[in-house]
């Protein structure tokens, strides 16, 4: 488990948070196609059990909330912010917005596609979670890197003989 964490810190930490901007506009689009979609064209998965598609509300629209938060936050959890005490709104409020849009005009014009609020509450409920569990995992860095400093360790790796200071945004 600490091996994917450190693997998955390494992925989000190559790109600056701009570029995250631009994957959360990416996942929109992407969302807006499926959305508009005609049933005919859906892929079949085979039997799945009812309302088994809001799973897959939630999984696609975590996907966006993830991107928006890395957007929102700097990768390092001592830092703030920039959006201050809102930084909560683009995280839950737009995955909601773009939730609602989707249900209420995208799938109204495909054919065959049913609107449906439970979607809606999934794609709201895939952005408070990612939410909290960012903001849950950003304090037990925190926590940690203070601990890491009372004990006077830096967070510097060394490999192969050589010192590589992690350099974080």
Do not use: N
Not at 4 to 23: C, H, K, M, Q, S
Request: glycine share 8%; with cysteine; aromatic share 12%.
């Amino acid at each position: 488990m600490r091996g994917l964490v450190r693997l998955l810190d390494g992925v989000i930490a190559l790109f600056p948070r701009r570029a995250w901007w631009f994957f959360a506009v990416v996942c929109v689009a992407l969302i807006a196609y499926s959305g508009s979609r005609p049933a005919s064209e859906l892929p079949d998965f085979g039997y799945l059990p009812p309302h088994s598609d809001k799973f897959l509300h939630f999984v696609a629209y975590a996907g966006l909330a993830a991107c928006l938060f890395r957007a929102v936050f700097p990768l390092v959890a001592t830092r703030p912010s920039p959006w201050g005490k809102l930084a909560w709104a683009p995280v839950i409020l737009i995955p909601s917005i773009v939730g609602a849009v989707d249900e209420a005009i995208i799938q109204g014009m495909a054919r065959g596609r049913g609107q449906d609020v439970w979607d809606w509450v999934a794609d709201t409920l895939a952005g408070v979670t990612v939410f909290a569990a960012g903001v849950v995992w950003r304090e037990r860095v925190r926590r940690r890197d203070e601990e890491l400093r009372r004990r006077g360790r830096s967070r510097v790796r060394r490999r192969h003989g050589h010192s590589f200071r992690q350099t974080r945004q």
